[in-house]
């Protein structure tokens, strides 16, 4: 089915480690999209991708990298994992306002 | 900045009528947005309405809009079991990142 695909599914980090979230999508957008979930906090931008080539920073960039490798992947870096981003991260992609966006279904990170 | 306010929780008996509703301060949206995500799952769209209409209606879903006031409102008319989910407002428009609000829990209740 097309859509946004997101790998791992979970992950367990030590406080320290680094790691790379994959996000790829098959719709041929041009907007890409990372989100943390938090209970009571709702959806909080990390960092988005207007276009091939471009990123930009969202409400919460601190203690993240992005990189938006070509059209289809735009993957997340935490170069050195807090247990304050334990969180459920999600990717999401758009071709514009007027369609919304379109979700993956997500990443459960745990960094002990 | 934009913000969008919902209510965190809505507890409804099986078969009634749910009304979650949501305020927002942009008075530039020009889309507006719920989705809905069950447990363990993204966020799925369910439907958006222009920001020059006053209602929009999709089956069992109504969507009212009062652009004076900012205030979005989804009704799910005969609710189910199967309706049990977060459900997220979101407006887009006054800048290119859509706003969400935190997401209202609806319960259905035998």
């Known amino acids: 089915n097309a859509g946004v695909t997101q790998t791992p599914k979970f992950q367990v980090l030590k406080t320290g480690q680094s790691m790379t979230l994959q996000c790829a999508q098959d719709m041929n957008h041009n907007s890409m999209y990372w989100y943390r979930q938090d209970p009571g906090m709702g959806l909080r931008l990390i960092y988005y991708s207007a276009s091939e080539g471009t990123t930009d920073k969202g409400e919460v960039p601190n203690g993240y990298n992005v990189s938006r490798l070509n059209k289809r992947e735009f993957s997340l870096r935490l170069e050195s994992a807090a247990p304050s981003q334990t969180s459920v991260y999600f990717c999401?992609?758009?071709?514009?306002?007027?369609?919304?966006?379109?979700f993956g279904s997500g990443t459960r990170l745990t960094v002990v | 900045g934009e913000d969008v306010e919902q209510s965190l929780f809505l507890s409804v008996r099986e078969g009634d009528s749910s009304v979650i509703n949501c305020t927002y301060t942009?008075?530039?949206?020009?889309?507006l947005y719920w989705y809905k995500q069950e447990p363990g799952a993204g966020l799925q769209l369910l439907t958006y309405i222009f920001s020059n209409m006053d209602m929009k209606q999709d089956q069992r879903l109504t969507v009212l809009l009062n652009k004076k006031d900012k205030h979005l409102s989804l009704r799910i008319a005969d609710t189910q079991t199967g309706d049990s989910a977060i459900y997220f407002c979101?407006?887009?428009?006054?800048?290119?990142?859509?706003?969400f609000g935190r997401g209202t829990s609806l319960i259905v209740h035998p």
């Open positions: 999401a992609s758009s071709e514009g306002l007027r369609y919304g966006y379109t």
């Open positions: 942009d008075s530039s949206s020009t889309y």
């Open positions: 979101a407006e887009g428009g006054g800048s290119y990142i859509p706003t």
